[in-house]
Each structure stands twice: as C-alpha cells, then as structure tokens.
C-alpha cells in the first residue's frame, strides 16, 4: 500500500531532524558539560565525605581534657560523634558508587557521539526515506520496520545526551541549592571534630605557679569546650539530616531521573514511529 504524502512526509522530517541533530551536536555539547559537572560535583561531596569519615576515625575515643580550678574534665568525643560514625562510612560508600555512575555517563556520552553510531543513524535516516518515498529500492520493505528501524536508531543515538541533560536540568532548579548547603554542613561539622579533636592533646606540666596564673583560663576553655561539645552535638544531628538528603539527591540523579527521562524518550519515540508509520 502507498503511503499517504503526510505519513511520508513525517517520516522523512523525523530522518532529517535526527540527523542534523546529530552531526551538529545540538544536544552532545550541552550533554558532555552537563555530565564534567555533575562528576566534578560529586567528586567533591565524595572527597567531603571521606574527609569526615577520616576525622572520626581519628576523634573516636579522643577526649578533650581541661583542668579549671585544678580538676581534671573530660569531654569525649566519640559520645557526640556516635550518631554519625556509622552512617558516614555507609555514605562514602555510597557516593563512590554515586561518583562511578556519574564517570559512567561520561564514557556512554563518548560512545552515543561516537562516529559509527553516527553514520548507521545516516544510514537508517535514508533507508526510511527511501522505504516512503521509492520502496521498491527498499525491496519492498514495510514502512513500519524501516521507521521501528531509524526510532532505534535515534534512541541508541540521543537516550544518552537526552536524560543527562534532563536530569541536570532538574538538579540545577530544585536540588543545587540543597546540594551546596548539605556540603557546607559536612565541611563544618569535620573542621569543629577536627579542632576540638587537635584541643584533647594531653597538657603539659605545669609547676604551681604556672598551674595559678592558668586558672582564669582553664576555667574558660572548660566553658569553651562545653558550649562547644553541645554545639558539636547540634552541628552532627543536622550532618546526619544533610547526609540523608544527599543520598536522596545522588539516588535522584544516578538512578531515578535517568531511568524517567529514558522511559520518556523512549515512549515519545514509540508514539512518533507509531504516528509516522501509520498508514
């Protein structure tokens, strides 16, 4: 059966599109920059994360002793760190994992725009122009497999550029912001473990008189070291909230989001082959 002069006409327009937006890399330099970002982004909050998880290590079981009035007080600060001690390993776990799916959109942007992919797209653009418009240089192949034939094509082709852009595009209007203050909490919270954990070195000794003329200051750092243990304890309940918001960002930018924006694109194309092809 002849095609009707508008089926052929979307099919042809459908072939052309593909393939200028291939050789022009519309979508692939947006697409590679996109993905050089998101890596180095998740680079960093991976480097923060192991940062934290090292200063733990390192502050677990450490107690920062003063001596005001001449009696010892300790502040431990593995008691304050418990909350997060296990949950920061489980994380850096986490964002390396997060971090290689990230690398992995790169390496698959280099194979959709690599040049054999572009040239069988060409080839399957004119083999269903050709099917449309003069099917017996086809021999006779139906309309419906040279257009399943080119859709396929434009998947292998542009799913990838197509969901890291998209998915970018989301990071970048809901969850940046949240993104940046969840890594300014984790840098916060290892600077205070790591000062605090540099204060628990044991004092020197002292003779009496060097022990009175400290006194007024013992006795300050004790109340220093106080409100700082109780912000400290604050600064890790609000690390743990960040660090779950963040595992919930990464699952959103790794996992869900590209999975939705190539169930998208993949359906749009069904919808469109199924359109172009009907007779």
């Keep these: 059966m002849i095609a009707e002069p508008s089926n052929r006409w979307k099919v042809t327009?459908?072939?052309?599109?593909?393939?200028?937006?291939?050789?022009?890399?519309?979508?692939?330099?947006?697409?590679?920059?996109?993905?050089e970002?998101?890596?180095?982004?998740?680079?960093?909050?991976?480097a923060l994360a192991r940062t934290l998880d090292s200063v733990i290590s390192v502050a677990q079981g450490t107690e920062v002793a003063v001596e005001p009035a001449g009696v010892g007080v300790n502040f431990a600060l593995g008691e304050a760190l418990d909350?997060?001690?296990d949950l920061i390993e489980r994380f850096s776990a986490a964002m390396l994992v997060a971090t290689s799916s990230l690398g992995l959109q790169g390496v698959l942007l280099r194979m959709s725009n690599w040049w054999l992919t572009d040239v069988v797209l060409v080839l399957a653009a004119v083999f269903a122009i050709a099917t449309v418009w003069w099917p017996r240089l086809t021999l006779g192949t139906s309309r419906a497999t040279a257009v399943r034939v080119l859709t396929i094509a434009v998947f292998v082709r542009f799913a990838v550029p197509v969901f890291v852009i998209g998915t970018n595009v989301i990071f970048d209007a809901f969850l940046a912001a949240e993104h940046q203050a969840a890594n300014d909490a984790?840098?916060?919270?290892?600077?205070?473990?790591?000062?605090?954990?540099?204060?628990?070195a044991p004092p020197e000794n002292r003779s009496l008189t060097q022990r009175l003329e400290?006194?007024?200051d013992?006795?300050?750092?004790?109340?220093d070291v106080r409100a700082r243990m109780q912000s400290l304890s604050d600064r890790v309940g609000n690390a743990v909230e960040q660090i779950v918001n963040l595992l919930v960002i990464f699952v959103l930018e790794t996992i869900l989001l590209p999975l939705a924006f190539l169930w998208l694109f993949a359906e749009a194309l069904k919808k469109i082959g199924a359109l172009a092809a009907r007779l």
């Design 13 to 35: 327009v459908l072939a052309v599109v593909a393939v200028a937006a291939a050789l022009t890399g519309i979508l692939d330099v947006p697409s590679r920059n996109y993905a």
């Design 186 to 200: 984790l840098l916060t919270t290892a600077e205070e473990v790591e000062e605090l954990t540099e204060q628990a």
């Design 83 to 85: 909350p997060i001690n």
């Design 214 to 216: 400290g006194l007024v």
């Design 218 to 223: 013992d006795s300050m750092r004790a109340l």
């Design 37 to 46: 970002v998101a890596f180095a982004r998740s680079l960093v909050t991976f």
